[in-house]
Nanobody
Framework: VQLQASGGGLVQAGDSLRLSCAAAGGSTLSGYDMGWFRQVPGKERVFVARISWSGGTIHYADDVKGRFTISRDDAKNTVYLQMNSLKSEDTGVYYC????????????????????WGPGTLVTVSS
């Protein structure tokens, strides 16, 4: 599976952005639980949101609850992250990954569950 995140940019605090994570090269997202993570220079990649393969189970990091919405459109082979009311602390490179660990005993927010990381997309929020 080849994943490509896009949609980042430079915005002001309070603005909105929609990120997309597309499967490229003939690969498919269908059947995969998918997650979004954010990384800033010098720090670890941290969990933002996750959506199950069916779309029926969704999780968010506490700092984005009520502002971000994750969704998926398997017909378009794409997972989205709608980001509203952006804050300066949302700044970072956003990556999407496929959760392949199933019932491995690790938590949904742990980075080690996710694979197929592609190039991220930079979001910069100016205050």
């Amino acid at each position: 599976v080849q994943l490509q995140a896009s949609g980042g940019g430079l915005v002001q605090a309070g603005d909105s952005l929609r990120l997309s994570c597309a499967a490229a090269g003939g690969s498919t997202l269908s059947g995969y639980d998918m997650g979004w993570f954010r990384q800033v220079p010098g720090k670890e990649r941290v969990f933002v949101a996750r959506i199950s393969w069916s779309g029926g189970t969704i999780h968010y990091a506490d700092d984005v609850k009520g502002r971000f919405t994750i969704s998926r459109d398997d017909a378009k082979n794409t997972v989205y992250l709608q980001m509203n009311s952006l804050k300066s602390e949302d700044t970072g490179v956003y990556y999407c990954g496929a959760d392949l660990e199933g019932d491995s005993g690790t938590m949904y927010y742990e980075r080690r569950r996710y694979y197929y990381w592609g190039p991220g997309t930079l979001v910069t929020v100016s205050s």
